[in-house]
């Protein structure tokens, strides 16, 4: 993947599962990098280390996304660190179940809107003005999920910021395009992380998931990394208001039956 060498890229969410395993793969292809936390200090520093041991400089932020009102001050320490950004992973997100049994009144919905859908926004925004007065190109990926397309029961908060996140990447590549500022989305299928690995390693729990994945197997955090580096390269210049699903073929499958 050409253009990654030393470009300047703010993950967030990078102190654990899929944020961690993007940090390793940029740095791997040469990336300085960001690298921001809430909560996982101790996951934070294991990142840190390992991007080190690939010879890139990288540098560790926290900020709590439900804070709104800190992401501006967030955003402007990350943007000095390298004096300007290339590129923005909005990774960082939580997983929620809402529903009229347990969040009769919306304060759970509100927060994982807050998170996972105005930060992403705000800091989006943010990178986007700080583009065009430096009068640069900038990369977006913004880490959505097949929730962003297809749902179930539990998930109206979480489905809600998703589809929300894939509807701002349209909006926001169509506004920024004339700055040279890419805004492009993933969508991660069943991807174990430190969180869900407990219950996604449980062998019936995989045998039930994998069956209906064509590619018969979990993803991995590298390989949404992949992804994500891929998003952000030079093999994509042509490449905006896309939301690129990596479900092993899960949402193709839809509800059909396995035969
Ligand atoms: N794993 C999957 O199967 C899957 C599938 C589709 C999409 N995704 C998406 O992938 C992203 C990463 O999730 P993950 O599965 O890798 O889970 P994870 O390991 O729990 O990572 C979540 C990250 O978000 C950060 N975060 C949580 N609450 C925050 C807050 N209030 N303010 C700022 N940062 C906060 C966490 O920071 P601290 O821990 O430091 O607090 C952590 O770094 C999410 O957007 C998720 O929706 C995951």
């Given amino acids: 993947m050409q253009g990654l060498k030393d470009k300047r890229i703010l993950i967030t969410g990078a102190s654990s599962g899929i944020g961690a395993g993007m940090a390793k793969v940029l740095a791997r292809k040469g990336c300085r990098l960001v690298l921001h936390y809430n909560r996982n200090q101790s996951g934070i520093e294991q990142t840190l280390k390992k991007v080190k041991e690939f010879g890139v400089q990288a540098e560790i932020i ?8 800190e992401l501006e001050n967030f955003f402007n320490q990350a943007w000095s660190i390298y004096d300007g950004l290339d590129g923005l992973v909005n990774n960082a997100g939580i997983v929620t ?4 049994l347990n969040d009769a009144l919306g304060e759970q919905f509100a927060e994982t809107l807050a998170v996972n859908l105005q930060a992403p926004y705000q800091l989006s925004t943010a990178f986007a003005n700080a583009c065009i007065q430096a ?3 900038g990369a977006i990926v913004n880490n959505s999920s097949i929730h962003g397309q297809a749902t179930c029961e539990w998930f ?6 998703k589809m929300g996140l894939d509807a701002i990447t349209k909006v926001q590549a169509v506004e920024w395009g004339q700055f040279g500022i890419r805004v492009n989305g993933l969508a991660p299928g069943v991807v174990p992380v430190e969180r869900t690995q407990h219950i996604l390693n449980e062998p019936s729990m995989e045998a039930k998931w994998c069956e209906r994945m064509p590619a018969g197997r979990y993803g991995t ?3 949404m990394g992949e992804a994500t580096a891929y998003l952000l ?4 210049q042509w490449m905006t208001g896309s939301v690129l699903t990596i479900d092993g073929g899960l949402i193709a499958r839809g509800n059909y039956p396995v035969r």
């Fill in 156 to 161: 109206s908060a979480y489905a809600a910021s």
């Fill in 221 to 223: 955090t590298e390989e």
């Fill in 97 to 100: 179940k809402s529903t009229a």
């Fill in 233 to 236: 390269s030079d093999a994509t």
């Fill in 135 to 137: 009068k640069q190109p």
């Fill in 62 to 69: 926290r900020c709590d996304f439900k804070q709104l009102n």
